[in-house]
């Protein structure tokens, strides 16, 4: 399967707790994103990476939230600190830098925050 | 700020049934209007717009951009009960080449 994948697929932590989710892209795509979704909403940008470089980040990813892409691979997001409303699916995506917009979607890391 | 907005929120239909999707958006330079196929699981893409009026299929789904009044719609005929899902309407623009914003989707369920 040469699809997005994300790890681990489900986590359950308590309130104050750190977690970190992983994403491993399309291999030829060079272009990485995040996304959160909770129920019955559409799936809300968090950031975007171009290679390493981290191009953007909206202002819903507070300072207890950060993401890396340190060679330019796979990506991390680590939320410290969590809070119930963190609870949500976490999704990665990935694209072609020659199709930018065409967003290949993994199957998320469901978090669940008690 | 972006926005796209989908109606029906959801939709209930027959085996057989023809159904229209309809997506709305408000977004600076735009680029692209896409929709998703999502499941208890990950979006799963069905179709990039770019130009207006040309219709795009994949079976029994087509759909259409319309760049003058801002909408989309996905049409699925001869509706399967494979085809129950949320389906979402996403929208490329502004300054960010990686941004989608997406709708809060539709909810389609067909009984056989």
């Known amino acids: 399967d040469t699809g997005v994948s994300q790890d681990p697929r489900h986590k359950i932590t308590k309130r104050g707790q750190n977690v970190t989710f992983r994403c491993d892209p399309i291999?030829?795509?060079?272009?990485l994103y995040w996304y959160r979704q909770t129920l019955g909403q559409g799936p809300e940008f968090l950031t975007y990476?171009?290679?390493?470089?981290?191009?953007?980040k909206s202002r819903l990813l507070s300072d207890r939230f950060s993401a890396e892409r340190p060679k330019g691979s796979f990506s991390t997001l680590e939320i410290q600190r969590t809070e119930q409303g963190d609870s949500a699916m976490y999704l990665c995506?990935?694209?072609?830098?020659?199709?930018?917009?065409?967003?290949?979607f993994g199957p998320g890391t469901r978090l669940t925050v008690l | 700020e972006d926005k796209v907005v989908q109606s029906p929120l959801s939709l209930v239909v027959h085996e057989g049934d023809t159904v229209t999707l309809n997506c709305s958006y408000e977004?600076?330079?735009?680029?692209?209007l896409l929709w998703y196929k999502q499941e208890k699981k990950a979006p799963t893409f069905l179709f990039m717009l770019?130009?207006?009026?040309i219709e795009k299929k994949s079976g029994r789904l087509s759909s259409i951009l319309d760049k003058k009044e801002l909408f989309s719609i996905l049409n699925i005929t001869a509706t399967q009960t494979g085809d129950s899902a949320v389906y979402l309407c996403?929208?490329?623009?502004?300054?960010?080449?990686?941004?989608?914003?997406f709708g809060q989707g539709t909810i389609l369920t067909v009984h056989p």
């Open positions: 770019t130009s207006s009026g």
């Open positions: 990476f171009q290679n390493e470089a981290q191009l953007e």
């Open positions: 996403a929208a490329a623009g502004g300054t960010s080449y990686g941004k989608l914003t």
């Open positions: 995506a990935s694209s072609h830098l020659g199709s930018p917009d065409t967003q290949y």
């Open positions: 977004v600076t330079n735009f680029r692209s």
């Open positions: 291999s030829e795509h060079n272009r």
